[in-house]
């Protein structure tokens, strides 16, 4: 069974950065999609961002310019860099495949507050 655990959240001012990490436990991993998902207070998770198997990146236009998604194979993790952070962004980031969907993992906490 696949366990996905998610690392790097915290509080942090708006303007500032903040690396999300996935850790992946399956043996196969690089033939998956992976991607970031986010859920405000009230409201439905999102997809914020997703790699191909190849590495090819799709970024959400709401945080199109300010995030990216990277992945490395051999440790088989996925990575969010965050920058130029918004009081928007806040919220529970989560790690999936998108293609073929796992149980969700505990997330982690971003809040982006003065």
């Known amino acids: 069974q696949v366990q996905l655990v998610e690392s790097g959240g915290g509080l942090v001012q708006p303007g500032g950065s903040l690396r999300l990490t996935c850790a992946y436990s399956?043996?196969?991993?690089?033939?998956?999609?992976m991607a970031w998902y986010r859920q405000a207070p009230g409201k439905q998770r999102e997809l914020v961002a997703s790699?191909?198997?190849?590495?090819?990146?799709t970024i959400g236009d709401s945080v199109k310019g300010r995030f990216t998604i990277s992945r490395d194979n051999a440790k088989k993790t996925v990575s969010l860099q965050m920058n130029s952070l918004k009081p928007e962004d806040t919220a529970v980031y989560y790690c999936n495949r998108p293609n073929v969907m796992v149980s969700w993992g505990q997330g982690t906490q971003v809040t982006v507050s003065s």
């Open positions: 399956e043996m196969i991993f690089n033939i998956y999609t």
């Open positions: 790699i191909s198997s190849s590495g090819r990146p």
